[in-house]
């Protein structure tokens, strides 16, 4: 039996579970005060995703770099690859909250959209 310790991440309460695993087979969750924080342990052991946040380049914008994030989560093996995809996208001013920088960040089907806004340079 193999024991993992975990923080849930879902709500600011940051219950300690404690997940027993057979080999890949989960045996109890333990720790959580509510369902999120079971399911929140049941899908880190077994396929771990996180949001990735960043910035992206702005040609012609007030600013030179717009804040973004992938639009859900993406599996965690995948963020060096959405990383490399956003740190070499470039997009035109101006940009505006919501709008998608990237359609498909490294092959995930996931969007990168901007969480704020960047005006055009005058």
Do not use: Q, W
Not at 85 to 96: D, T
């Amino acid at each position: 039996m193999e024991i993992r310790e975990l923080t849930c991440i879902n709500c600011p309460m940051g219950c300690l579970l404690t997940v027993e695993m057979d080999g890949e087979e989960i045996k109890s969750i333990s720790g959580y005060t509510c369902p999120r924080g079971k399911t929140y342990a049941e899908k880190e052991v077994s396929d771990p995703t996180r949001i990735v946040t960043s910035t992206v380049k702005v040609r012609g914008g007030m600013k030179e770099r717009v804040a973004c994030k992938t639009a859900h989560d993406i599996p965690k093996g995948k963020i060096f690859a959405v990383m490399e995809a956003i740190n070499s996208a470039e997009v035109e001013a101006p940009v505006i909250i919501g709008e998608t920088l990237i359609a498909d960040a490294a092959g995930t089907g996931v969007e990168v959209v901007a969480t704020a806004n960047v005006g055009k340079k005058h």
